[in-house]
C-alpha cells in the first residue's frame, strides 16, 4: 500500500453503535488507535485512554477503539455489549469502533494499512490486544507502541505531534 497520508484518509470504519466512521473527517488530527479487548489484563488502559482523550480532545486528539476477539478470546460480546461495557465500566467517551479482526484473512483495511506503515522489529502482525498507533496530523503513521505501552506515556509524544 501507498505511504501517502491520503491512503489514511479514504479508509472508513463503523462504530459499534452502526454508524458510518470516515476517516476522511480526522483531516488535522493527531489519531490514536488500538486494538481493545474487554476481557484483557490490559484493559485497564482504558482509563489512560480516556484520560489523554478528555485532557487532549479539544487541542486535536482522536482515540479510536478497535475491539477484536483474536487474542485469547478476551472480546467475545457484541458491538453493543462492548459498546456498554466501554461506557459503563470505563466511562469511555472516544469512539469505539465494531468489532475487527486485526491479522489473517479478513483483517480490517485500517490494520492492513496501519500494520503496512509500522512493523515491529521486522514483524507486521499486531501481537496483543491494546497495540497502539500513533497518526500526525497529516495522516502518517509515526508510532507503533506494545500492549505494555501505557497510554500515559505517549502522553509527551502526543503533546509533541499536536504542537505541529
Known amino acids: 500500500m ?6 489514511f484518509y479514504a479508509l472508513s470504519s463503523v462504530t459499534s453503535k452502526g454508524k458510518p466512521f470516515p476517516f476522511n473527517d480526522l483531516r488535522g488530527k493527531v489519531v490514536l488507535i488500538v486494538n481493545v479487548a474487554s476481557q484483557c489484563g490490559f484493559t485497564p488502559q482504558y482509563k489512560g ?15 479510536l477503539g478497535f475491539p477484536c476477539n483474536q487474542f485469547g478470546g478476551q472480546e467475545p460480546g457484541t458491538d453493543e455489549e462492548i459498546h ?6 470505563w466511562n469511555v467517551n472516544f ?10 484473512d479478513g483483517a480490517d483495511p485500517i490494520y492492513k494499512y496501519l500494520k503496512s506503515q509500522k512493523s515491529w522489529m521486522g514483524l507486521s502482525g499486531i501481537k496483543w490486544n491494546f497495540e497502539k498507533f500513533l497518526v500526525n ?10 500492549s505494555v505501552t501505557t497510554p ?9 505531534l499536536l504542537d505541529e
Open 2 to 7: 501507498a505511504g501517502d497520508n491520503e491512503t
Open 49 to 63: 485512554l480516556e484520560k489523554l482523550y478528555e485532557k487532549f480532545e479539544d487541542k486535536g486528539l482522536v482515540v
Open 84 to 89: 456498554e461495557f466501554c461506557t459503563m465500566f
Open 95 to 104: 469512539p469505539v469502533m465494531k468489532k475487527v479482526k486485526v491479522n489473517g
Open 137 to 146: 496530523k497529516k495522516g502518517v503513521v509515526v508510532g507503533r507502541f506494545t
Open 152 to 160: 500515559e506515556t505517549l502522553q509527551a509524544e502526543i503533546e509533541k
